[in-house]
């Protein structure tokens, strides 16, 4: 596996790769849900680059962004251990040049969930995922649908900005619980960690219902939230909402849809969904 | 010259030609200034691709866009006889699918001056342009240097976003009385046409003032007001600066600056600059 840092490196590494080319962008922290992604693309591609950067205009508060893992060496090998060819690892500078004031800003998907519970958060999302397909110009990149407000915004910038790049949506990789994979669980405490794949749980029940027949935004919501109310470590819940899985506006019956929610468990906020199908 | 009004037959027709890709962008109403760009684009390049939209979303006022001229086949005439390969000419239903909600936004050089005097202008700029660049993905793309406030901001999107294209500057094209070239020129009466390169010689004299070493930006500002202000038909003078080649902030001594200004005769809106060296 060889190892870049600088734009320069990268382009001259892909020169000499065959195609196609699959990308998959990491904050590092690598874990079973960035694996799957690098083993799917391993399946589809002849070359597979990985990049670890951890971005910091996606970040709120900057002590979350130096509280942010940055274990490199075991993510480098962890990677290497899947076959990825080329890993990118840039500095904050590589990525932010003197005078860099540029930002791809969305509205649309972007709006409310995630991007009313962190300011500026697909903001910095969507300018890095940029600057990160137009330095490789992959054939194919990457993204797991645990973030799926995420995965919304990035397809609509590559239709908006006529990126050309396919992206691949990989499936939620769970605990054997069902705890969605996240580097936030590590900082759950161990009475949190018992409690916390009632989300998943809550989100699967409701799925069921709507497969029986339920499929009513309000009720679905009612439902999901009554479920998480059961389980008093869950503090908070941010939102619980049925939306268009493009557009991320309420669904209203037609085409597909998803439930997504977010709750508090102390100062650890976890994020899930359900694919209503 | 094949003519293409889709990003798939762009790209598909763009597969068969040979590298390098010059591009050159224009709204059409086609002049000596774009042609300009187009021969340098034929001396450099395999392959020259010009594209044709008139990009409602950088207009500030609707009646602008409405009367803006489009005189399609005149434009195709003049581009074939300079040997252009390939014209895009897309819809604005081509460039904005439904749901389109992404906008390229800078601060930065698109602060002040233009920026100031038409809002929402540069965030037009800077997405149409990204857009146009990645859906041919040339190797090289053209601009005219009167537009000096847009090449800053081009040539900042495209460091910012890793657009991997070399942007090429060629100098203002000017009427033999030193105008320079542009589609609002049309709109001048005769005598506000025949008072029109009073405007040129004055940036002219500033430029002369300049090298003959009065490096002050405040005294070459106030020479190019009160220069300007002997032309009664400059109703009002919108900006007169020295300003900072790439950044556009006020030039402090350092690398290389641009004496700029816009005036006003009647509605018509003229801006034109002078390259200090």
């Known amino acids: 596996m060889l190892q870049v840092s600088t734009v320069p490196e990268l382009r001259a590494a892909l020169q000499r790769m065959p195609r196609p080319v699959g990308l998959v962008p990491t904050m590092g922290a690598v874990h079973e849900g ?40 075991k993510d480098l090998a962890l990677l290497e251990g899947e076959g990825v060819d080329l890993v990118f690892t840039p500095s904050v500078d590589e990525m932010y040049k003197p005078g860099f004031t540029t930002v791809v800003h969305l509205d649309g998907p972007a709006l409310g969930f995630e991007g009313e519970a962190r300011p500026g958060h697909f903001d910095g999302v969507a300018t890095v995922v940029a600057k990160l397909l137009l330095q490789s110009l992959p054939d194919s990149a990457y993204f797991g649908r645990k973030d ?17 790049v396919t992206i691949a949506v990989m499936p939620t990789v769970r605990e054997h619980d069902g705890l969605a994979i996240s580097s936030r669980n590590a900082a759950l405490s161990e009475e949190q960690r018992l409690a916390a794949p009632a989300f998943f749980l809550a989100l699967s029940a409701m799925r069921d219902r709507y497969r029986s027949g339920m499929q009513d935004a309000a009720k679905l919501e009612e439902g999901c939230r009554a479920l998480l109310a059961r389980e008093p470590l869950f503090e908070a819940v941010d939102y619980v909402a049925v939306v268009d899985e493009q557009t991320f506006a309420p669904w209203t019956g037609g085409g597909p849809c998803l439930l997504v929610a977010a709750v508090r468990m102390g100062d650890v906020r976890l994020i899930d969904n359900a694919v209503l199908d």
Chains 1, 2 share one sequence.
């Open 148 to 164: 799926a407000q995420q995965v919304a915004v990035v397809r609509r910038l590559v239709i908006d900005l006529d990126i050309p």
């Open 34 to 73: 960035h694996l799957s992604l690098v083993r799917q693309a391993r399946a589809d591609c002849a070359t597979v680059v990985a990049t670890i950067f951890v971005n910091p205009t996606q970040f709120g508060e900057a002590a979350d962004l130096v509280r942010y893992p940055r274990p490199i060496e």
